[in-house]
């Protein structure tokens, strides 16, 4: 089975959404799950993991209450504010909805690139690693040196870089990003996804604009520990999600057919939904 490990729903009317708005036109709708069913169908995908697009608990019971009536969402990654004094007490309380399989701060869009080294949000990670909660990492490449000393000090939490830290291909990847994702692999906690690359290539990307990013990811990580997912709708300001699932297959045809499962499906199983 096909899993989408990376995509997002939102109503625009719930306006806790920062980072969006209006310029973004082919972003700025209400997109739910009637509009990603038919793409899935499609696509031969038979499941997704939903992540969140706002800061707020909000968001987490919006998207849980969307996992509770459509039943192609298998886990849900939400958020919660892990600067709060009662973080640990409202991790525990949301780790009792065996939906809710991981959690994410938009640690992009925070001003402190060393907000993840604070000793405060130190609690959130353990009280994470202690009901089996993956920590999906939304950074830039000026945060991965940072995630290292996570992955250190925390073994046993399950971290999954999203979109590969968004390397710049269009403006050209630095070599710090190549060095720092190949010492993240040597984690075995860590896992990455291999989904937002085209957002980060540019309205005019090529197939051969991805491969460098993506043969990397291979080396470094190896096919146990990436995993494909669409990010849709964000997807679509570069891209559509029938281009980017055979762009994908075929930047990994090389592989076997088990190693093209695992990419594509049985990693995001193993991270997200076996315990």
Not at 247 to 254: C, P
Request: charged share 25%.
């Amino acid at each position: 089975m096909i899993i989408d490990a990376h995509q997002h729903f939102w109503k625009t009317s719930r306006d806790d959404y920062g980072w969006l708005t209006p310029d973004l036109e082919v972003l700025y709708r209400d997109f739910l799950p009637k509009d990603l069913k038919p793409l899935l169908d499609s696509c031969g995908v038979g499941k997704t993991i939903l992540v969140q697009a706002a800061p707020s608990r909000a968001e987490t019971d919006f998207m849980l209450e969307l996992a509770r009536e459509h039943t192609f969402i298998a886990g849900v990654v939400g958020w919660v504010n892990f600067e709060a004094t009662d973080v640990v007490a409202q991790i525990s309380e949301m780790s009792a909805e065996k939906l809710l399989v991981g959690l994410r701060p938009m640690i992009q869009d925070i001003p402190d690139p060393d907000w993840i080294l604070r000793p405060e949000i130190e609690p959130a990670f353990q009280t994470m690693v202690n009901h089996h909660l993956v920590f999906d990492a939304l950074v830039l490449p000026v945060h991965l040196k940072n995630l290292l000393s996570i992955a250190e000090r925390f073994p046993d939490l399950k971290i999954v870089i999203d979109h590969a830290a968004k390397p710049p291909i269009r403006d050209g990847v630095p070599q710090s990003w190549f060095s720092e994702i190949k010492a993240l692999a040597q984690y075995p906690q860590v896992t990455c996804k291999l989904s937002g690359l085209v957002t980060e290539a540019g309205e005019n990307w090529k197939p051969e604009d991805l491969r460098p990013v993506i043969d990397h990811l291979l080396s470094s990580f190896g096919p146990g520990r990436l995993i494909w997912g669409s990010d849709w709708p964000v997807l679509n300001m570069a891209g559509d999600y029938h281009q980017w699932i055979e762009v994908a297959k075929e930047a990994t045809n090389k592989l076997t057919s088990d190693e093209c499962s695992a990419i594509f499906g049985g990693n995001a199983e193993k991270t997200y939904l076996t315990h």
